[in-house]
């Protein structure tokens, strides 16, 4: 049986994990609060631009965005070749058995 992916639901879970409310959502991407609500419902597909907003704000690819894709990523812009190092280092120790 084929999983059935919820985008609302990730969306949902998104906006809430950086602490924001719909109408915050909503102004940072420039539509309405009935719009986020209907993102988070399914009622309301966003469109491609809509989805790379929503993609860079939450800093995740679309792929992830839309559930092409589980694993969530990091961005490592602005660190050093040492710091990135030393982020891939600890994330190792979590994915290993």
């Known amino acids: 049986m084929d999983e059935v992916f919820d985008f609302g639901l990730r969306l949902k879970a998104l906006r809430r994990k950086i602490s924001l409310s719909q109408q915050a959502l909503a102004q940072r991407l420039g539509v309405s609060k009935g719009s986020v609500y209907h993102y988070e419902s399914n009622?309301?597909?966003?469109?491609?631009?809509?989805a790379v907003r929503m993609a860079v704000l939450f800093r995740v690819s679309l792929d992830y965005l839309t559930g092409l894709d589980d694993q969530a990523t990091i961005r490592l812009d602005g660190l050093s070749a040492r710091q990135e190092e030393a982020v891939r280092q600890v994330i190792a120790c979590f994915l290993s058995p």
């Open 43 to 50: 009622t309301q597909t966003p469109s491609l631009e809509m």
